[in-house]
């Protein structure tokens, strides 16, 4: 073999060989000279994670995870690879998400990121909620993270969007239980209709749709002969709502009731 073949080949080879790294993802995987190999990987798992792809993002942190346990950046990998998982929105990425977050709350649990952490445990179950006319296992669930959120970390920036999402998740509770009490009032059976939208009212004070429950109960209770006890619900309800469907029908069956 000639120099000139012998020189070709070593160049095939090389060429040949660089591709196979970078189908492989070699080069890009390694962190440049000055670097930190962990806060290579962590920058390029956010970058994964911001373009949603979750598994690719999953495999950054969790070399972080595998690799550096001494790493600055685990703590935050961890979260991340919850994200990741919350992010597929399956049901079985979801439990995997629950078990992150729980994990994050064991082993830092004064970490400065743990409200985050105890937010998106919350959300991975709010992720769950199914209709109101189905089991209500999950929203439950949701709820009691909720809650823990507000008794641990008060002060907490993410507060007000926490609130948001709790009072979706109490309204899809309240609006179960609803249903039950308007199936009772369409079935004619006042009295346990009155008994579920009094319980709907006690345990929920600021459902959202409480118009309905007003209007559905003061009915229940004049047709069951307690018409003023009915009184101070339609009164609450032309107080508390400037657009409600009942609005119209509430001021006539106040008028009636008082004028009785």
């Not at 994670?49 to 690799?67: K, N, S």
């Not at 999402?165 to 309240?174: G, P, T």
């Amino acid at each position: 073999m000639t120099a000139f073949s012998r020189q070709a080949a070593h160049l095939c080879l090389a060429l040949c060989a660089a591709a196979v790294l970078t189908a492989c993802g070699g080069p890009k995987n390694v962190a440049p000279p000055g670097v930190q190999p962990d806060r290579f990987l962590f920058d390029r798992g956010n970058a994964e994670l911001m373009m949603e792809h979750w598994l690719q993002a999953r495999e950054y942190f969790q070399r972080i995870i595998d690799g550096y346990p001494q790493s600055p950046t685990r703590p935050e990998a961890k979260l991340a690879i919850g994200d990741t998982y919350l992010g597929e929105h399956s049901s079985e990425a979801l439990v995997y998400a629950a078990n992150e977050f729980r994990e994050f709350l064991q082993f830092y649990p004064t970490h400065m990121r743990a409200d985050y952490a105890q937010y998106r445990l919350a959300m991975s179950h709010y992720q769950q909620m199914k209709a109101p006319g189905r089991d209500q296992t999950e929203t439950k669930a949701a709820l009691t993270e909720f809650n823990t959120f507000f008794e641990r970390y008060p002060t907490s920036a993410l507060t007000q969007e926490v609130r948001v999402k709790f009072r979706e998740a109490r309204d899809r509770l309240s609006a179960a239980n609803y249903q039950v009490g308007f199936y009772y009032y369409r079935a004619r059976w006042y009295p346990g209709a009155i008994d579920r939208f009094k319980e709907i009212l006690r345990d929920d004070p600021g459902y959202s749709a409480r118009d309905n429950v007003y209007f559905y109960l003061a009915d229940s209770l004049t047709k069951t002969d307690k018409k003023a006890e009915a009184l101070p619900y339609l009164d609450r309800l032309l107080k508390e709502f400037d657009k409600s469907e009942h609005l119209e029908d509430a001021r006539k069956q106040l008028a009636e009731l008082q004028a009785q």
